[in-house]
């Protein structure tokens, strides 16, 4: 079935396959041999569907996914839950969009979710959102950067706790321009060929445009590619002076190796990447600046806390994903609290209220009430001489927060006028 309980889920040195069905074996264990505690406890939790890709090219980062989440339900439930109810989080592999919009409607209308929450895939994301408001039922779209999902496809039931893809261009912008990486030079894009490349690639334009830099080549790849050879060939020949990635997932780990292999010349930056893919990378084979969300190396108290929290239970340092689940179950948990109800109506009316939410940052979130989009600080990084790194936990340089703290949060994100959200 592809689900775990964040109640009782599996070691982490457990594999992934392997811990799903141990779960949905305990689980069913459970039910049969205990089912009046099992009523009980079912009647009176407050069920979350949890959807997130376990299996495909973002299956390394839904593992992080799950982890964070259960981090935090756990937390949550260690301190008296919520509203003095115990939270239970069902979370399973959502593999693309179909199966995703299946399987939300089942959570939300069969297995009694008060609301849907995760994934990272901007088209299941869309997908998911539509069952969510169809069903008046609030989901919280915790990983996708889609800016359609803030944008022209927004709804009444939809947020977005994870930065969008304009954001994303505007963080690696600041350090292209500081480094004299833009104005007058020639670049070369591939592009994931789904919702979320097409977007990042409008953002990227757009960027481009603004800052007299001109787009040269663009190739458009499939999310099932893992051989860049004729990509790298044709911008060997095309002679860019910068090449970007508009990619996702492990297709930027397979991206930044074979072009270390190939020994293309041009300086390589990205607008996106997850940490967890560029660890995969490993020393030597990514370069360039490249944006985030957060990064485990953030020097932020609250920060620190949770790195060294994770670490100790799961064996190893959490990726972006791992720390915006968290977070996200976090706010969801104090916004059930304080409206005091699991209502997605007044739910949605308590997140619309400008109320602001610690996110292990130096400042606080909040989310814009006209697009429903967590408005808080984004970061670039750079890759570290080999020499100076220590193993590809230690790749990566995090730059200074974008916005800078003299600047408004919503400096660097789609204003209301340019942003085609209507709710």
Known sequence: ??????????????????????????????????????????????????????????????????LGIKMAAEEINAAGGVMGRQIQVNSEDSINPDTAATKAERMLTRDGSVLL???ISSASALAISQVAARNKKLFLATGPRSDT?????????LFCS???????????????????MVKGRK?????????????????????????????????????????????????????PDIVCSNLAGNQVTNLVKQYAEFGIPFPIVGFNLNTADAWAAGPGNLKGTWPTVWYHTLDVPASKEFVDKFQKKFGKLPENHAWIEYVSLKLLAQAMNEAKSTDSEKLVDYLESGAKFDILKAREAYFRPWDHQLVQEAYPFTVKPDDQMKDEQDMMELGAAVPGPEQPLESIYPTEEQNPCQL
């Open 1 to 66: 079935m592809d689900k775990w309980n964040s109640s009782a889920g599996p070691s982490p040195d457990v594999n992934r396959r392997t811990a799903l069905r141990l779960g949905a074996g305990i689980a069913a264990t459970t039910v049969l041999g205990m089912p009046s505690i099992v009523r009980a406890q079912s009647t009176d939790a407050i069920t979350i569907g949890h959807l997130t890709p376990l299996t495909g090219f973002l299956g390394a980062l839904g593992d992080y996914a799950v």
């Open 117 to 119: 929450l995760g994934e």
């Open 149 to 157: 999902l803030r944008g022209k496809s927004c709804n009444r039931y």
């Open 162 to 180: 994870d930065i969008p893809n304009t954001v994303m261009v505007n963080a690696v912008g600041s350090a292209l321009k500081r480094d004299d």
């Open 187 to 239: 670049f070369y894009t591939l592009t994931a060929d789904y919702v979320f490349g097409h977007d990042l690639l409008r953002a990227a334009k757009d960027f481009f445009e603004r800052n007299d830099a001109e787009l040269i080549g663009d190739e458009l790849v499939a999310t099932d590619v893992t051989d860049f050879s004729p990509y790298l060939l044709k911008i060997r020949q095309a002679q």
